[in-house]
C-alpha cells in the first residue's frame, strides 16, 4: 500500500487515474469498463464470494461500507439510470430541513484545481414533501435508509429527529451541524462544542432511531466537538463536511460564487478528511464514516485504515454517475488480492 | 413545468457511457466541431438536449461540461457538438483526435415540442446557434414546418454554421456587429420586420446565446402571437439533477418570494422567456 507504482494492484483494469497533465493518451482508461464488467476477471466467483464487505454501524448492518455522501445523491431517483442502489452500503439523501429551503441564488458551482466550491445552500422541499413524495420511493430499496437534517434552532433539530421517528422506512439520521443557529448570533452548530452537544442530546431525546453526527472540518480542534456529541449520546459520527473556501474571478473582480463563500469539496480536501478521521477516530468509542475526497477504492481504502467503519462518496459521483459501484467492486477486489476475507480487517490497522 | 416540453424522459434512458471521437474540425479561431459515436445516446437524443462530455484523465480537472447536441445523427449513431473553446476543459476537448474515447452522459435535459405545422424561428447569437440546429434539422423533416433562422454575430467568421442552417431552414437572416451584415440590426427587429413584411404567422422562437435577445422577444410575444423559448446555461456539477448546482430563477407567482429555483439540466435547459425571472 502507498507505493506509487503499486496503483493498478486494486484493478487489472488500470483504472486508476494518470498523472496529471499527461499530454495525449491513445485511450482513456475508463470507470464504464469495469461498470460493464464489474467483476474483473482473475477472481473466482468462489473467493470472492468467501469476502465479507458487511460493517456493522450504530446498530445498523451496512451489506457493505460505501455509501453516498449527502447533498451528492439527490433523493436517490437521479441515480436509478445509472448504478442499482440495492447494492449500496446505505443510501443518504440531501439535508432535510423543517420547512422549505430554496437555496443560495445562483452561481451555486466553482470548480478549482482537483476541487469543487459550492453553495447550494440546502435546497430541499422540506420534511412534509419529503415525507410525502421521496420516501415511497426510497422505501423500495434494501440497504438502510439514512435521513440527512438540519436545523436553525435546537428546536428544529429536535421536531425533525420526532417527525422522522414515527415514518417508516427511515433507518438512522445524520444531522449536519455544519450551518448557522439563528436563534444565537448565527454561529455554527458544528464549531461550538457545548452547542453541538446540546443538538445531539435534542435529538436523541426525541428518537429511537441511530443518530449519526456530520462533522464539520472548519473548527480548530476536532476532536473536542467529537468527544462533546459523542457524550451527548450519538451513536456514531460522519466526517468531513466541506471545508470553506472562495474563488475570485479577476477579469470582474467579483467573486465566482454568488454567495462569495462556499464549501470545498474533491480530492482537493483528502488529506485533511483523512487526517480529521484518523484523529476523530481515536477519541472516540463510536464507529465513524469517512469522507472527503474519495474518488476511488484506494482512497476509500486509506479511510478504513485512518480508522473509519465505512466511507461516504460524494463529488466523484458528480463526475461519475457510477463511482459509487466501481468503489464497490474495485474494494472486494483488493480483498480478495490482499487474501483477506473480511474488510473488517482493514477498520483502523495503518501501522504507525 | 410540463406545459412546455416533451416529457418523454421517462422513455428516454440517461446513461454514462463512452464514445468514440469521429471528427474534429476547427470551424473558425476558437470554435470547433466534434463529432462522436455514441449510437445509444444518438438513437435517444432530441433536440434540445444535451451532454456531459469528459474527454480528459486529470484529477485536477474534475467535472465533466456541457454541450448542447448540435446535431443528432440517429442512422449514424453520432452526435456533432460545437464548441468553443473557452478554459482547460475546452481546451483539452480541443487536443482529442479522431479515435481518441470520450466519456459521456446523456441524453440529458428536456428535449422540446415542435409544433406539426407552421413556422418558427431560430434566434442565436455567436456559439448559441449550437442547439438551435438541432431544431432546425427536426422540423426540416416535417413537411409543414417552416423555419425562419436568424444569427448575429461580431463579425461573419463567427457566424457559426450558417451553412448547415441554410440547408434546413427557409431561410437564414445574418447580422453582425461590424455592419457588414444587416447593419447589425437586433436580431428581434429583424424577425419583426419579417413578420411584419411578409405577414408569416410564427407559432415558436427559440434563442440561444443571449439574455438581450430573449429579453427582447417578450413584449413581442403578445403583438405577433408566439412563444418563445430560451436555452440557459449555468454551471454545471452533475448534469443529472442530483446536485442542485445549477438552477435558475423561475417565476411562481405562488410561492413566498415570487420564483422559485429551477435545476436547468434537469427542469430545462429550455424555458418560456416569460418564465424566466431576468
Ligand atoms: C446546457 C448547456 C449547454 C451548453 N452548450 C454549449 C455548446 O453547445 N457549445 C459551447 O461552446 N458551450 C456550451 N456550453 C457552455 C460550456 O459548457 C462551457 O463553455 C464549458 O463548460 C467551459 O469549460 P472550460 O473548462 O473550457 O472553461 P472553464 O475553465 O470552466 O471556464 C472558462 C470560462 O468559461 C465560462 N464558463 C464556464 N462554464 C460556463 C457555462 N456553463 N456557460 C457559460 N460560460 C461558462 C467561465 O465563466 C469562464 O469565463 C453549454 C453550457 C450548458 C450549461
Ligand atoms: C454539491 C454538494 C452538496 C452538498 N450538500 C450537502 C448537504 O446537503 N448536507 C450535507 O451534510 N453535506 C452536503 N455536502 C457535503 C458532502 O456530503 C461531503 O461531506 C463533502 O462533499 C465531502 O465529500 P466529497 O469530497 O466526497 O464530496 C455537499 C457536497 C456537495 C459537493
Ligand atoms: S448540474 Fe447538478 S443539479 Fe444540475
Redesign the interface.
Known amino acids: 500500500m502507498g507505493q506509487a507504482d503499486d496503483r493498478t494492484a486494486i484493478n487489472p483494469a488500470a483504472r486508476a487515474?494518470?498523472p496529471?497533465?499527461?499530454p495525449?493518451?491513445?485511450?482513456?482508461?475508463?470507470?464504464?469498463d469495469t461498470?460493464q464488467q464489474p467483476h474483473s476477471p482473475g477472481h473466482s466467483e468462489k473467493a470472492r464470494s468467501r469476502v465479507n464487505l458487511a460493517v456493522a454501524i450504530a446498530g445498523l448492518t451496512l451489506p457493505n461500507p460505501v455509501m453516498p455522501a449527502s447533498?451528492?445523491?439527490?433523493f436517490g431517483a437521479?441515480?436509478a439510470?445509472?448504478i442499482d442502489l440495492n447494492r449500496l452500503g446505505a443510501i443518504v439523501v440531501?439535508t432535510i430541513t423543517l420547512h422549505p429551503t430554496?437555496?443560495n441564488?445562483?452561481?451555486?458551482?466553482?470548480?478549482t484545481?482537483?476541487?469543487?466550491l459550492?453553495s447550494?445552500g440546502l435546497?430541499n422541499p422540506g420534511l412534509e414533501v419529503f415525507i410525502q413524495e421521496k420516501l415511497p420511493y426510497l422505501r423500495q430499496f434494501s440497504p438502510p435508509l439514512i435521513v440527512n437534517i438540519a436545523g436553525r434552532t435546537v428546536d428544529e433539530y429536535a421536531e425533525l429527529a420526532r417527525r422522522l421517528d414515527a415514518v417508516a422506512g427511515v433507518d438512522a439520521l445524520e444531522v449536519n451541524i455544519s450551518c448557522p443557529n439563528v436563534k444565537e448570533g448565527g454561529i455554527v452548530f458544528g464549531t461550538v462544542p457545548a452547542m453541538a452537544a446540546r443538538v445531539t442530546a435534542a435529538i436523541k431525546q426525541n428518537t429511537r432511531l441511530p443518530v449519526i453526527i456530520k462533522l464539520t472540518p472548519n473548527v480548530t480542534d476536532i476532536t473536542a466537538v467529537a468527544r462533546a456529541v459523542v457524550d451527548a449520546g450519538a451513536d456514531a459520527l460522519s466526517l468531513i463536511n466541506t471545508l470553506q473556501g472562495m474563488a475570485i474571478d479577476v477579469e470582474t473582480r467579483r467573486p465566482a460564487l454568488a454567495n462569495v463563500a462556499g464549501g470545498l469539496s474533491?480530492?482537493a480536501i483528502k488529506p485533511v478528511a483523512l487526517y480529521h478521521v484518523w484523529r476523530v477516530a481515536q477519541a472516540v468509542q463510536v464507529p465513524v464514516i469517512g469522507m472527503g475526497g474519495i474518488?476511488n477504492a484506494r482512497d476509500a481504502i486509506e479511510f478504513l485504515l485512518a480508522g473509519a467503519s465505512a466511507v461516504a462518496v460524494g463529488?466523484a459521483?458528480?463526475?461519475?454517475?457510477?463511482a459509487l459501484m466501481v468503489i464497490i467492486d474495485d474494494l472486494e477486489n483488493y480483498l480478495v488480492e490482499q487474501g483477506l476475507t473480511d474488510v473488517r480487517e482493514l477498520i483502523g490497522a495503518l501501522q504507525i | 413545468m410540463k406545459f412546455y416540453y416533451d416529457n418523454k424522459r421517462g422513455q428516454s434512458v440517461m446513461m454514462f457511457t463512452k464514445g468514440t471521437i469521429v471528427a474534429q474540425r476547427v470551424v473558425s479561431d476558437q470554435y470547433h466541431l466534434l463529432t462522436i459515436e455514441q449510437p445509444d445516446i444518438a438513437k435517444q437524443a432530441r433536440p434540445g438536449q444535451f451532454i456531459m462530455l469528459k474527454a480528459w484523465e486529470r484529477i485536477d480537472l474534475l467535472l465533466p461540461r456541457p454541450f448542447s447536441l448540435y446535431r443528432i445523427l440517429p442512422e449514424r449513431g453520432q452526435l456533432q457538438i460545437l464548441y468553443q473553446v473557452r478554459g482547460q476543459g475546452t481546451a483539452e476537448i480541443a487536443r482529442r483526435v479522431p479515435g481518441e474515447k470520450v466519456e459521456l452522459t446523456g441524453p440529458a435535459g428536456n428535449g422540446i415540442v415542435l409544433p406539426e405545422e407552421g413556422a418558427i424561428a431560430l434566434l442565436g447569437r455567436g456559439i448559441g446557434a449550437a442547439p438551435l440546429m438541432a431544431i432546425a434539422e427536426t422540423a426540416a423533416a416535417r413537411k409543414g414546418l417552416a423555419v425562419y433562422t436568424f444569427l448575429s454575430a461580431r463579425k461573419t467568421e463567427l457566424l457559426l454554421g450558417r451553412e448547415d442552417f441554410a440547408l434546413y431552414a427557409s431561410r437564414v437572416t445574418l447580422a453582425t456587429d461590424d455592419g457588414h451584415h444587416n447593419e447589425g440590426r437586433l436580431l428581434t427587429a429583424l424577425l419583426a420586420e419579417m413578420i411584419a413584411r411578409e405577414g408569416i404567422a410564427i407559432r415558436s422562437v427559440y434563442t440561444c446565446g443571449s439574455r438581450r435577445l430573449a429579453r427582447g422577444l417578450l413584449p413581442m410575444q403578445a403583438r405577433y402571437g408566439f412563444t418563445a423559448y430560451i436555452f440557459l446555461e449555468e454551471t454545471m456539477a452533475c448534469g443529472i439533477g442530483s446536485c442542485k448546482g445549477c438552477v435558475c430563477k423561475v417565476r411562481e407567482p405562488g410561492s413566498p418570494a415570487g420564483f422559485v429555483y429551477k435545476k436547468v439540466c434537469q427542469d430545462g435547459p429550455v424555458f418560456p422567456v416569460d418564465k424566466v425571472v431576468w
Open positions: 487515474v494518470a496529471p497533465f499527461t495525449r493518451q491513445p485511450d482513456i482508461p475508463r470507470q464504464a461498470l447533498g451528492t445523491f439527490g437521479e441515480y439510470p445509472f440531501k430554496s437555496g441564488p445562483p452561481p451555486r458551482l466553482m470548480e484545481c482537483s476541487g469543487l459550492n447550494i435546497q474533491g480530492p474518488m463529488t459521483s458528480l463526475v461519475d454517475p457510477g
